[in-house]
């Protein structure tokens, strides 16, 4: 297997975009080392309320002086050229190149990442401190790009369990030149692909590569129904590699997606930060939005939009720690042996059963001590609704152990509920 370290560096300088050949490249990289995952395409425009954007490419792009010496190259840093920007190759003067450069006066020293997906313009990105090499009153500005009607590029590998019902890891594969974000999610994701490919598994397990926002839509238009049939618990992986918490953010906290990650936490002991949903900010966003509401989690750790470091040039391969990334790699499989181990049990009846007439009450005599029988098994059954472990329930009830399983053991017996 790769390491994770040489994997960064061969994919940290390929320019990916929203929608981009490069994408493509980068999925075929992941595909080398993982066989079974398909790149695939979203072959329609028209997601919902969005469109998605032509693809992008770019050959070159670099603004020089008159006498011919490059002042800004993207070949130096990707981030140097708004992504989406049309070609342009004339001589301009500075005051007019000025209204097409971008910088940071709050981060001097940090080139910005610029995106304009949605509307026509042309542009570069710099560190505000260059801004003093342009003294020439004009320049030469070149960028070589162009737009295709093409489809929008994903990677998907789904593993096959007994179980129809899923876990899903996605993350997003849009951004050039950034190591937290997301590299580190894009690594993440390919090292648990590739952890869990050849493993017998109790629940079926997919793993997502796509573009941020526009992919997880096309993704949520293609697939809202078996999603919604199948499945259990969903993960966005983003901004993974520089930190020890863990943050989580969730807009529901009744369902299997967050109360996995806090009964694995808790028994690990484990700290971490329970966001509120205002601080969202990757896919979540979409998952759980109105009348999709899928109950995915985002998990992070340097979280976006809180690293000073964050869409810029310096959140490069010295910000991505590969101790941090790793770690994160181990929470995430206690998580994901955790979800293995978990049994969970759905009623084959509408209603709750009659225990009377299956003498039921009789069976355990006096093992309880604190509540009535019946009002166990009746408590207990009322939570086999798929939406709860058996670890949940026994938190929920207070019970011992061993009292769970002797429910269960009798509720089975009377096929009264069934493992999914």
Request: contains cysteine; hydrophobic residues 35%.
């Amino acid at each position: 297997m790769i390491s994770a370290k040489s994997l960064s560096k061969e994919l940290f300088n390929i320019h990916r975009s929203l929608n981009s050949s490069n994408n493509i490249k980068t999925l075929n990289i992941l595909k080398r080392h993982i066989k079974k995952l398909q790149v695939k395409y979203f072959k329609f425009k028209k997601v919902f309320d969005w469109k998605i954007p032509d693809r992008w490419e770019i050959k070159s792009a670099y603004i020089k002086k008159i006498s011919g010496k490059k002042i800004l190259d993207i070949n130096k840093n990707k981030l140097h050229v708004l992504q989406y920007s049309e070609s342009v190759n004339k001589i301009i003067g500075k005051k007019q190149l000025l209204k097409n450069l971008y910088f940071q006066k709050d981060k001097p020293n940090s080139i910005p990442y610029v995106t304009s997906y949605y509307k026509k313009r042309w542009g570069f990105c710099l560190e505000y401190n260059k801004l003093k090499n342009f003294k020439d009153k004009y320049y030469r500005v070149h960028i070589n790009s162009k737009f295709e009607k093409k489809p929008l590029p994903y990677g998907e590998l789904y593993i096959k369990g007994r179980s129809k019902k899923e876990i899903i890891f996605c993350t997003y594969i849009c951004h050039p030149n950034l190591g937290n974000d997301n590299l580190s999610g894009i690594i993440l994701n390919f090292l648990l692909a590739f952890y869990m490919q050849k493993k017998k598994t109790n629940y079926s397990y997919r793993f997502l590569f796509i573009s941020e926002t526009i992919g997880s839509l096309a993704y949520i238009k293609k697939n809202l129904n078996i999603l919604k049939k199948n499945l259990l618990a969903g993960y966005v992986l983003s901004c993974v590699g520089n930190g020890k918490k863990i943050n989580i953010i969730s807009k529901y906290k009744e369902n299997f997606s967050y109360n996995f990650l806090n009964e694995i936490f808790k028994i690990k002991k484990i700290r971490f930060n329970d966001l509120k949903w205002d601080k969202r900010g990757s896919d979540e966003r979409q998952f759980s939005s109105p009348n999709v509401n899928l109950p995915f989690v985002c998990i992070t750790k340097k979280r976006f939009t809180e690293f000073k470091e964050y869409h810029s040039s310096k959140d490069d391969l010295k910000f991505l720690k590969l101790t941090d990334l790793l770690d994160s790699f181990k929470k995430m499989k206690m998580l994901i042996n955790y979800i293995e181990n978990s049994e969970i049990y759905i009623s084959n009846l509408k209603g709750e059963p009659m225990l009377s007439k299956r003498k039921i009450s009789s069976s355990l005599v006096s093992s309880f001590q604190k509540t009535n029988i019946q009002d166990n098994i009746i408590n207990f059954f009322d939570l086999c609704d798929g939406h709860n472990s058996l670890d949940m329930i026994q938190n929920k009830l207070k019970l011992k152990k061993k009292d769970i399983l002797r429910i269960v053991k009798i509720l089975k017996k009377q096929n009264l509920i069934r493992k999914i």
